[in-house]
């Protein structure tokens, strides 16, 4: 069972995080409370923590704060402005997913290039960019590669020959732990991060807990739970402690584009707390101003941070409504959320749960439910008049999203099939780009779409991607702040569809129409890039110009400046050729 498998277990199968940031610890050192949203930015009056001369990566612009209501968390010391990094760090230790391990080295997660990735002779399960990577992974490896190799000798079949990331991942942290010592810092930190033992215990996911708990005593290729005890597991109660700190502890390791390509272990990282409207967000953009051994996990500033206030992250998507956040934080966190999304006056209308006026009057209707039929528009007090019909279209929505996600990977027709039948429905219901479950599928037909891309790409299939794609983006820009990554990112692949070679343009070129045609296509492309280039700046730092995202959309706006150069140039000429009004041309 995967890591993402494991966190399904734990909350809605629909609720997938771009950028996840999980919980913090307490312990041995020190001790904390579960941990808790933070009500607001505001200054409160928490308590510094002496870390017992763990977390030696912390800056000294940052502090770590103990309060009753939240626990421990990072409070800024200066003040940060939006798009700063605030804190750098390598992770203790990362895994890559299975699907990703023959694509990215994992020894520095890069995505294999021009030159072909070198598989180790061993285990043959992982590769890596070349012998530098290996040699540098080797002391971790030497461990895993033999473990691996039993693995695949005694699985059922092919398909099971590698164990999940979420056993790999657990794995290194025990061979770690023994490597370095029980009273090494790395592994008082590991046992520093909060545990949910208790809540764990009471929950449905207690059998895939269990499963996991006897995967990595075989992995480790134990003959008992009772031989942990060199790894530092005493007893059940300690494996249970360690599966929980993992599960509640774990971020998403990700692309520089935000694709989930593996698991990552940070307890300084994890210190953080949540809300879902964070200051900040967790990236891992590559290839920033300062040379360190990637991955690297930065903390960006998204919005101005001054001294003295918490510093917060989101742990789970926050496109989803209140009510599935909620419930994800609860199963997953054990806590309740208070952030001011959280506790905003109902009387405001949430666009993650919003519909068109139905007299279409440009304002918007809160989504009806069950409990809540009537309805009315926020600007000219319209009545949804079939609210019934527009919680029908929602719950086959929910259905459908589930289902394309689960067929994606294996029937990419079928699920393609479903996201193109569904999102007519919803949008015919009314339900605005940015409302659930609408926006999650135009993000998975958008991608279905991208997928289905050949050497003989149709100018349908494009114009239907870059009308996705737009959607997604309108939906993106009313959940997430201006300079969330997520929304440059969206914003970076609408502008490179626009940009792309048209296969059959249409002649006149159209400009009436969405997508245009021709000229008028390249320069919205144009202004596209240029908006996500500022919006990376942010999202990923500008100390990393915007990471590896925001300079492959800087070398596009140069690449499109050219060739707009050339058009205005190309009609300049023309025009100059073209005898005056008037006068007749000379000849004989």
């Known amino acids: 069972m995967s890591f993402a498998d494991l966190k399904s277990k734990r909350q809605p199968k629909s609720s997938k995080s771009y950028v996840s940031a999980l919980s913090d610890p307490p312990t041995s050192v020190p001790t904390q409370s579960s941990p808790q949203a933070?009500?607001?930015?505001?200054?409160?009056?928490?308590?510094?923590?002496?870390?017992?001369?763990?977390?030696?990566?912390?800056?000294?612009?940052?502090?770590?704060?103990?309060?009753?209501?939240?626990?421990?968390?990072?409070?800024?010391?200066?003040?940060?402005?939006?798009?700063?990094?605030?804190?750098?760090?390598?992770?203790?230790?990362?895994?890559?997913?299975?699907?990703?391990?023959?694509?990215?080295?994992?020894?520095?997660?890069?995505?294999?290039?021009?030159?072909p990735l070198m598989r180790c002779s061993g285990c043959t399960a992982v590769w890596y960019c070349n012998s530098s990577c290996q040699k540098a992974d080797w002391n971790l490896h030497k461990r895993e590669c033999n473990a691996l190799q039993k693995w695949a000798k005694a699985a059922p079949s092919a398909a099971l020959a590698v164990p999940t990331d979420a056993v790999r991942c657990l794995g290194r942290i025990l061979w770690q732990i023994k490597s370095r010592g029980l009273d090494s810092d790395w592994s008082k930190e590991i046992q520093a991060l909060q545990s949910h033992r208790v809540s764990l215990q009471q929950s449905a996911s207690v059998e895939a807990h269990t499963h996991l708990a006897h995967s990595v005593v075989r992995y480790l290729g134990l003959a008992a739970p009772s031989e942990l005890e060199e790894f530092g597991v005493m007893s059940v109660g300690d494996l249970v402690d360690l599966i929980s700190r993992f599960i509640t502890n774990t971020f998403a390791l990700t692309s520089p584009s935000l694709t989930p390509i593996g698991v990552s272990v940070s307890p300084l990282v994890a210190l953080i707390n949540h809300s879902c409207l964070p200051n900040a967000v967790v990236v891992f953009p590559r290839g920033g101003k300062k040379k360190a051994k990637e991955p690297v996990m930065n903390i960006v500033a998204l919005r101005d941070i001054a001294p003295e206030e918490e510093v917060l992250t989101a742990y789970m998507d926050t496109t989803l409504p209140k009510s599935q956040r909620q419930k994800v934080l609860e199963e997953t966190y054990s806590f309740t959320c208070q952030c001011p999304l959280c506790t905003q006056d109902s009387t405001i209308i949430d666009p993650r749960e919003a519909v068109w006026c139905p007299k279409s009057c440009g304002g918007t209707c809160p989504l009806p439910n069950e409990e809540n039929q009537l309805c009315r528009c926020m600007k000219c007090k319209a009545v949804i008049t079939d609210p019934q019909a527009v919680i029908d279209a929602a719950r086959i929505g929910k259905e459908a999203l589930e289902k394309a996600t689960f067929l994606q990977s294996s029937d990419y027709s079928k699920a393609k099939q479903l996201t193109t039948n569904v999102i007519p429905i919803l949008l015919s219901a009314g339900l605005t780009p940015s409302c659930h479950p609408l926006l999650a599928l135009l993000k998975l037909h958008q991608s279905l779409l991208v997928s289905s891309f050949s050497d003989q790409l149709?100018?349908?299939?494009?114009?239907?991607?870059?009308?996705?794609?737009?959607?997604?983006?309108?939906?993106?820009?009313?959940?997430?702040?201006?300079?969330?990554?997520?929304?440059?990112?969206?914003?970076?692949?609408?502008?490179?569809?626009?940009?792309a070679d048209e296969p059959a343009p249409s002649s006149p070129p159209q400009t009436n129409t969405f997508p245009p045609s021709g000229p008028v296509r390249l320069k919205m492309a144009y202004e596209t890039l240029l908006r996500a280039r500022k919006e990376l700046l942010v999202g990923f730092a500008r100390d990393n110009d915007g990471g590896e995202v925001g300079r492959e959309v800087r070398d596009g706006i140069v690449s499109l400046e050219k060739e707009l150069g050339v058009w205005m140039t190309g009609v300049r000429n023309a025009l100059e050729d073209m005898p005056l009004p008037g006068k007749a041309s000379s000849g004989r």
């Open 38 to 115: 933070s009500t607001s930015g505001s200054v409160q009056h928490d308590t510094a923590l002496d870390t017992g001369g763990l977390y030696k990566q912390l800056p000294t612009f940052l502090e770590i704060r103990g309060s009753e209501h939240s626990g421990r968390g990072l409070w800024a010391q200066q003040s940060f402005k939006a798009g700063a990094v605030i804190l750098s760090v390598e992770p203790h230790l990362f895994v890559l997913s299975n699907q990703h391990l023959d694509s990215h080295c994992s020894s520095c997660a890069k995505v294999a290039s021009t030159a």
């Open 458 to 499: 149709s100018q349908e299939l494009l114009d239907e991607s870059i009308r996705t794609a737009a959607k997604h983006s309108a939906g993106l820009s009313a959940v997430h702040d201006e300079g969330h990554p997520v929304r440059g990112v969206a914003l970076a692949e609408l502008g490179k569809l626009l940009a």
